[in-house]
T-cell receptor, first 114, second 118 residues
Framework: DVKVTQSSRYLVKRTGEKVFLECVQD?????MFWYRQDPGLGLRLIYF???????EKGDIPEGYSVSREKKERFSLILESASTNQTSMYLC?????????????FGPGTRLTVL | AQKITQTQPGMFVQEKEAVTLDCTYD???????LFWYKQPSSGEMIFLIY??????QNATEGRYSLNFQKARKSANLVISASQLGDSAMYFC???????????????FGTGTQLKVEL
């Protein structure tokens, strides 16, 4: 079974803090993704990566950066957290070259910025 | 324009009944894929079913089936014999373009909250 883990289920941070959200997958997937989920808006893609050290912006990259130094790990960084970044963050991974390119998700991190 | 539209914010169904969750999509790409995910209150997104744009038959996975009507650009999820454990948020998503093997993005709808009642 695909296993995608995220470093925290719940996180509370203060405005202006630097925040790191970590995601690890154990199935040797090339592709990894970061989404945020807000009520009424569904999931929106922040950044994705299709290889080590490669990254591409998604639909809402402003205020975020990412790092992928190892294949299994994809980090989302909030350089200076703001209250409008309070949200549920979901990480996903997928295997390159499959017939469906199905993404598998981690349990999510609910981030509150005070 | 919305690429994925789910018009039912919430739905109720009686246990053991069938239920259809609506999803319409918008793309000009002839090659695409459609996905349904389930999100229980625990928060994890669970993959349910996939339909490719060139697939001739509607996808089925156990009690889940996808009613794919290409001309209408709809990909409704049908859950047969609903169970209490089916209560969750359901998301429809689309991948535009074929599977190139390079970080294909998904676009999600806003979701439908399904509640199964006794």
């Amino acid at each position: 079974d695909v296993k995608v883990t995220q470093s925290s289920r719940y996180l509370v941070k203060r405005t202006g803090e630097k925040v790191f959200l970590e995601c690890v997958q154990d199935m040797d997937h090339e592709n990894m993704f970061w989404y945020r989920q807000d009520p009424g808006l569904g999931l929106r893609l922040i950044y994705f990566s299709y290889d080590v050290k490669m990254k591409e912006k998604g639909d809402i990259p402003e205020g975020y950066s990412v790092s992928r130094e190892k294949k299994e790990r994809f980090s989302l960084i909030l350089e200076s957290a703001s209250t409008n970044q309070t949200s549920m963050y979901l990480c996903a991974s997928s295997l390159k070259g499959t017939s469906t390119d199905t993404q598998y998700f981690g349990p999510g991190t609910r981030l509150t910025v005070l | 324009a919305q690429k994925i539209t789910q018009t039912q914010p919430g739905m109720f169904v009686q246990e053991k009944e069938a239920v259809t969750l609506d999803c319409t999509y918008d793309t000009s790409d002839p090659s695409y894929g459609l996905f349904w995910y389930k999100q229980p209150s625990s928060g994890e997104m669970i993959f349910l079913i996939y339909q490719g744009s060139y697939d001739q038959q509607n996808a089925t996975e156990g009690r889940y089936s996808l009613n794919f009507q290409k001309a209408r650009k709809s990909a409704n999820l049908v859950i047969s014999a609903s169970q209490l454990g089916d209560s969750a948020m359901y998301f429809c998503a689309m991948r535009e373009g074929g599977v190139t093997g390079g970080g294909n993005k998904l676009t999600f709808g806003t979701g439908t909250q399904l509640k199964v009642e006794l």
